[in-house]
């Protein structure tokens, strides 16, 4: 179990506007507020995390970004649009953070305690990365990563691969010869790995609006069990975002 005793742990969230197959995704409302400050409210909830920062953009058009960030009292940082890791790596540096746990802005349903399990998980395996995407178990959208912002910044100056430097952690878990990975999975009641959890298309946002309409009023810590068990008792709701291509590793 971490023990909070030696490590900056800080939550990079990556967050933009101009998604390029729904602009202006993060700040979509879900039941009522923006997405983004929905995900941050259930960041805020972390027993571990010592700090959160919003890695946006220099564009004009993110400039509601910061304001929200600036409301919610949590940082931020403007950086390149297009070399994300450099991004990641500096707001990480800007918080003076030892750990890193990466989170992408389209994914508000991610639960603090799976947060928690992740930073946990880095810890008790002594390991260089810690992640639930290797190998997906989790639902697509509840996805934590943990690394440190040393490994990044070594990164930083290894590779200049639009891949690598478009998808932070993609040069780690992909050379598994040089760092030690660790994939955590879920338990078998949590076990929905082609269950799409992630903001990227409007037939996405109208199936998220429904989950925190329903579920955001009798619990406002609703945790993951709580999301799968609602689907698993709602069935046909699975058939608002079912049609859903998988986005491509090199869209927004």
């Known amino acids: 179990m971490y023990n909070k005793l030696k490590y900056k742990i800080v939550a990079i969230v990556e967050a933009r506007m101009t998604s390029s197959r729904l602009p202006g995704k993060v700040l979509l ?12 409210e259930r960041l805020k909830r972390s027993k571990f995390l010592d700090g959160i ?20 009292s949590v940082g931020f940082f403007r950086g390149s649009e297009l070399d994300v890791l450099k991004r990641v790596l500096l707001a990480s540096q800007s918080a003076n953070a030892d750990i890193i746990v990466e989170i992408t802005g389209d994914c508000p349903l991610v ?21 639930n995407i290797i ?25 200049n691969d639009p891949n690598d430097r478009t998808h932070v952690s993609y040069y780690i878990y992909n050379h598994p010869e040089k760092y030690k990975l660790f994939n955590w999975k879920s338990g078998k009641e949590d076990c929905w790995p082609d269950l799409r959890l992630t903001l990227d298309e409007k037939d996405d946002y109208e199936f998220l609006n429904i989950i925190f309409e329903n579920l ?23 058939n608002i975002n079912k049609n859903v291509r998988k986005k491509d590793p090199r869209e927004g």
């Not at 409302?29 to 941050?40: F, Q, T, V």
């Not at 920062?53 to 919610?72: F, G, H, Q, R, S």
């Not at 639960?111 to 992640?131: C, H, M, Q, T």
């Open 29 to 40: 409302p879900l039941a009522g507020k923006p997405s983004l400050e929905r995900l941050i």
């Open 53 to 72: 920062v919003i890695a946006t953009t220099i564009n004009k058009t993110d400039d509601p970004i910061v304001e929200l960030a600036n409301n919610l």
């Open 111 to 131: 639960d603090w305690r799976l947060v928690d399990k992740g930073i946990d998980e880095y810890f008790k395996n002594n390991v260089d990365y810690a992640s």
């Open 135 to 159: 190998k997906l178990s989790y639902p697509i959208g509840f996805d934590v990563q943990v690394f440190s912002s040393k490994i990044l910044s070594e990164i930083d100056k290894i590779t």
């Open 216 to 238: 955001f009023p009798i619990n406002n810590d609703f945790s993951a069990k709580d999301i799968i068990n609602f689907l698993k008792n709602n069935p046909k709701l699975l």
